[in-house]
């Protein structure tokens, strides 16, 4: 907030301190409706009180970035302190069918490239993007490369050019967005609408745009992510801002010589096509996170991936040491011997 | 010694002591002149008084984690004392302050008591404690005090009043510490060749979104 407020400035640029969470997403919600780039900021009961906001940009297609960097909660809770325990929340923050794209970034570097594609995929899908942080990446200090910006894609979305009459929600897929008060005038619903966006309840419209509003979540499918020792039975998969402290625990276990595959990505909802194909092959994904639920873990079950979490709940990060015994631990249990135990 | 190539030091004590700058100063120097850095912060939700404490790891290489095993402490009460002297590493270093008195029968660690306040108090510039453990951490880890004090001069550039305090205060803290044994001593950087940021991850992200064209923040 503080360096928006210094550096966000020039014509048609603003940052503005909100008195709620509820003004903030719903003045976002006006300025992505009217073409603009726009985003805010919260942490734990904040990102409780947009929810009805991003239920209503899921649900008239508006572009918005929504950052919620995680502390421990819930209610006031540690407010000071780390956890990862809003994947679920932040994945499906709105009542009713929705799923909303999600972005973690796992270290400094990362956060720089995250910001970019949460709103080249907002712009991409219109939509609300949720830009995951948490408290010990936000605070964290660290050297980075100097992002070379040119080699740093922007997209913008597909805007409406054409005459009035148009039918802003026909289209099975995305479809171009109109400016307000140039032609292509159409009603941007909380209500569930027809294809002009009139309010409707008859099931043919419920269906029509509950599968294009799903439906185009397919266009972010193709993001990138990493994976070492592939053919490993057994892979790590850290999210987040645990990253960096699972590298180093995976480090410390491959040189042991355990057979252990290492995959991550920060765009944790949807996750590539490709890497879940991957992560379904394996008989076993152990995921490090700090929550107690086993939040991500949940998620791989959910969609085919037999997964395991091995969870902290304490408001700091792992240790690497640690970790790295917890995971040897894991597979022992599992029955897999590992090069420790081949020693 | 510890190996030349990494070292942990953290920084514990209360809200308001200048704990959480403590850390990303040192991270700051030290990627300055082409160490790898990375910062933990911890606090409470009070603006002033409560536990805080913070670390910075310092590498030849790239870091990934805060680190496992603390190689220094610097307790400025006796709670950051007790609460955190069982993560250093043995053999470690604890700087603890005059009023902090050390347990008798901690023979793993090296106990050197340093008035903080009262060194920063004779630069003629009060806040200037945590320069005072930058003083003694350059001799502890055996890292030029030019690098720190360099770091000074960029960061109060043109007020050469509080320059010249805080230099005063990086050699009182060296002089203090002058003859003790280094922990360790870190190789020379690898100077990278590529152009370096050092920032937070919330700043970045803000970076990020000025980039990606953002008009409106709320």
Redesign the interface.
Known sequence: ?V??ER??VGE?????Q?SSEI??IT??LG?GFAG??????TSGPGFTLMAEGIGLGWMAEIPL?V?D?QRGGPATGL????EQSDLLTAISPAHGDSRMPVIA?G???E??????M???WAERYQGPVM?L?EH????????????D?SK?P?E?RDVYTGNNGYLRYEAKGISPMPVPGKPGAYVANGSEHDVFGDTTHLPKYHVHMTERRFGKLELLEDGDYEAENTKAKIAVMPWG?S???V??AYEALKAEGVDLGWYYTMFVSPLPAKMLEELKCKDLVVVPELNYQGQMAMVLRSLGVKAEAITLYT????????LAGRIKQLLAEKGERTGAAKA | MAGGNEIVVRFAGEGGQGVVTAAEMLARAATGVGYHALTFATFPSQILGGPTWTQARVSRFPVHSPGDSVDILIAFNDYAYQEHRSDVRAGGVILLDPAVTPDPSDTNHRCITVPFDQLAKQTGEARAANMVVMGGLSRLIDMPIEFFKDFVAARFSGRAGVVEANHMALDLGLAHLADEEPIANLTAPDRPDYDQLFIKGNDAISIGAIHAGIETYI
């Not at chain 1, 048609?12 to 503005?16: C, E, F, L, N, S």
């Not at chain 1, 603009?36 to 900021?41: D, N, P, R, V, Y």
């Not at chain 1, 010990?136 to 992002?147: H, K, V, Y």
């Open positions: 907030m360096y928006l550096n966000l048609g640029k603003v940052a503005i909100a003004e903030s003045g976002i300025a603009k780039k726009t985003m805010t900021a970035v950052v960097v407010p000071t302190k780390t970034p270290t400094v570097e956060c720089f490239y995250a910001s970019v949460a709103f080249n830009l942080s010990s990446l936000a605070e964290r200090a660290q050297n980075i490369p100097r992002p910006l740093v922007v913008n801002g990253k960096g402290s590298f180093e408001g700091l990060p792992f240790g690497a040491k640690e």
